[in-house]
């Protein structure tokens, strides 16, 4: 089994380090560490570093730190455009697509959408994706964190700037010819894919994408749910850039 990542705000330095606060709390009292089992503290920014527990106390452990490693940025980055889907489906997609390889998540306030993101609902239901994909990157660990968009949730508008500026965009839609597997992509840059939510993306929306430069695509012949499309397409890109 390899070893557990554990975040951390900055990089430590030295010899050794105490982990304290939820990290440490969850590395002693949740998965129980014991002395001379190995692990690794990372920033989320691509830095980590592996270490071998010293000694456990209640709700920290101290860390004899070993080699360092700085990851590079990911490029070109995967970037989705997620359509808020109600219940958990959201939390689902967020925490699969973190650990298939996902460098940012957008919630989009699509036009189908059956749950919004309106005032502190929308703050907290944001700060649960953070979270999610927190957790997610730990457990692929992952050197760097995916982002989670800035703001509870973009309106069509702001997707499209988005899309115009990227180096590649592609719309997931059921009614597409071209599939995802034979698209053209970029050898760096921003790879922006748009999910739509349950009730699928309306044609106002598609036609404003597509004007701002995506390209509209399928995976297959079956019609994913919201929660698993994006997964299988982020699945695809990996393979084609090398990344799997």
Known sequence: MSAPLFLVDDLPTGQTFTLSGPEGHHAADVQRMRVGEGLILADGRGGSVVGSVLRVGRGSVDVALGSRTMSPAPDPRLVV??????????????????????DEIVPWAASRAIAQWRGERGVRAREKWVSTAREAAKQARRAWLPTVGGQPDCTTPQVAARISEASAAFVLHEEATDRLTAAKLPDSGD?????????????????????AGAAPVRLGDSVLRT??????????????????
Not at 81 to 100: N, S, Y
């Open 81 to 102: 455009v997620q359509g808020i889907a109600k219940g958990d489906r959201g939390e689902l997609a967020v925490q699969a697509m973190t650990e298939v390889g996902v």
């Open 191 to 211: 790879i922006v894919l748009v999910v739509g939510p349950e009730g699928g993306i309306a044609d106002a929306e598609l036609g404003r994408f597509v004007a």
């Open 227 to 244: 929660s698993t499309a994006g997964v299988a397409a982020l699945a695809v890109l990996a393979t084609r850039l090398g990344r799997w």
